[in-house]
């Protein structure tokens, strides 16, 4: 089956450790995102890769790192620079840029600073 | 800036009924929006994607209707059913090479 996958599904970190969120997908698309959730904040974009080796910051970067060194993996890093990182974090992807191009989701990582 | 606003946050409706999902969005000139679907804990599932040249989408009892001049689309949901019970999104895509702005979504309870 193809699709996206996300490990681990919940992720415990204490302060001032860097934590990775995988992302992987079988897909063959060429972008990819990374999105944050909050309760009652709807979906805010961190990182996303339009091509391997090439990515763009999104609205709250700060605090985190990303790699695009495959086409079908999008790792996110937490750094200890995110103040307030607990959240649910969702990857994506699409295809490519046509206006068709449905987005597609992993099915998230729960992100827990203990 | 592009903003996505969905109304109401929560909606309780009766088993049967027809139901309308609002989003509006701060700037016309979008490149497509989409209508997700989000359980609880879950990922985002698609429902229906809308190209800014045209005017619906359908999926079996979806509708999704796309109105680029008011900047606002809606999703209709016929005979719903316990099953729908979920967080409902749109997003807009601002351009080709651009980034998707997501609404804070409406969360949907259908009442057996």
């Known amino acids: 089956d193809g699709g996206i996958t996300q490990s681990p599904k919940y992720l415990f970190r204490k302060e001032g450790q860097n934590v990775t969120l995988s992302c992987e997908q079988n897909?063959?698309?060429?972008?990819m995102y990374w999105y944050r959730q909050d309760p009652g904040q709807g979906l805010r974009l961190i990182y996303y890769s339009q091509i391997v080796n090439d990515f763009q910051k999104g609205d709250i970067a700060e605090g985190y790192s990303v790699s695009r060194e495959k086409k079908e993996s999008f790792p996110l890093t937490v750094t200890s620079a995110q103040k307030n990182p607990t959240a649910f974090y969702l990857c994506a992807s699409t295809l490519g840029y046509s206006s068709t191009d449905t987005q597609y989701f992993g099915p998230g990582t729960r992100l827990t600073v203990l | 800036k592009q903003e996505v606003t969905q109304i109401p946050a929560a909606l309780s409706v009766p088993e049967g009924e027809n139901l309308v999902l609002n989003c509006s969005f701060t700037?016309?000139?979008?490149?497509?929006l989409q209508w997700f679907r989000q359980d609880p804990g879950k990922g985002l599932t698609s429902l229906l994607l809308?190209?800014?040249?045209?005017r619906e989408q359908t999926s079996g009892r979806l509708n999704a209707s796309l109105d680029k001049s008011s900047g606002r689309s809606t999703l209709y949901i016929a005979a719903s059913q316990p099953g729908d019970s979920a967080t409902y999104l749109c997003a807009v895509r601002l351009g080709r090479d651009d980034k998707i702005i997501f609404g804070k979504g409406t969360r949907l309870h259908i009442l057996p």
């Open positions: 897909l063959n698309h060429d972008a």
């Open positions: 809308i190209q800014s040249s045209q």
């Open positions: 700037d016309s000139a979008i490149y497509n």
